[in-house]
């Protein structure tokens, strides 16, 4: 895949952000079910400031550069998307960030990738007091973790890593439709969204997706 010029971070933010815009309605529908019904309209306004703020922050493809790129657009991601997921999602990309970040001129490998996504797995369960089974993003991000530690282990091109890993997120975001919803503003409404996926985990899924086409093959 060619490069604009951004860096690789701003080009994953920026397929994030294109996939998302394209499903903002369908989040927004899952979203209201049992929640609110603003989950698309924050996760697009999040994406936008954050491939932004990554874009301006004109790194390279190395790690830290972004590392770098991925810190400032996790900040940005939770000062404009605002809550639950905001604050969330911000902390997902900071903490990737911040391992890939000290990783120094390296390229990003599925190495560097995996530990990565597994403290930023960490970072969220803290922040939002949450586990995987309750129908939330976390459901998402567990097999998304785990499918990218098991491909990474086999020196696994970044690409075919992500791209293994995404497809088993997608997997684990369509089977929150079986759950009863146990966290955030869903729990009051239980057994209700039975039948329905959670949003956070369809658009968790769906921005992994779309990264796996701007890592290396
Ligand atoms: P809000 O609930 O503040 O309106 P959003 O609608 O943007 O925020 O995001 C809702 C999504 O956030 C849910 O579908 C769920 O996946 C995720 N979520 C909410 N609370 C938590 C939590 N404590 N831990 C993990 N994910 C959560
Ligand atoms: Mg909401
Ligand atoms: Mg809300």
Redesign the pocket.
């Known amino acids: 895949r060619p490069r604009t010029g951004g860096g690789v971070a701003a080009e994953a933010l920026e397929a994030a952000l294109a996939a998302v815009e394209d499903n903002e309605q369908e989040l927004g529908r899952l979203?209201a079910v049992a929640?609110?019904g603003?989950?698309g309209q924050?996760?697009v306004r999040g994406l936008r400031a954050a491939a932004a703020a990554a874009r301006r922050s004109d790194p390279g493809n190395s790690a830290e550069d972004a590392g770098r790129a991925l810190l400032l657009a996790g900040t940005a991601l939770a000062d404009a998307?605002g809550?639950?997921?905001?604050a969330?999602y911000g902390l997902l990309l900071t903490e990737i960030g911040g391992g890939l970040a000290e990783a120094g001129p390296a390229p990003v490998t599925a190495k560097l990738l995996a530990p990565a996504v597994g403290a930023a797995f960490d970072a969220?369960c803290e922040l939002?007091?949450?586990a995987v089974g309750e129908k939330?993003?976390?459901d998402a991000l567990a097999p998304l973790r785990d499918t990218l530690a098991e491909h990474a282990r086999t020196g696994a091109p970044p690409a075919a890593a992500w791209s293994a890993a995404a497809a088993a997120a997608t997997d684990a975001a369509r089977a929150t439709a079986d759950m009863p919803a146990k966290?955030?503003?869903?729990a009051r409404l239980g057994e209700r969204g039975l039948g329905h996926a959670?949003?956070?985990?369809t658009s968790l899924a769906l921005m992994a997706q779309a990264v796996a086409g701007v890592l290396d093959t």
């Open positions: 979203d929640g609110d603003d989950h924050g996760i998307a809550g639950a997921s905001g969330l969220v939002g007091g949450g939330t993003m976390l966290r955030g503003r869903a959670d949003a956070g985990a």
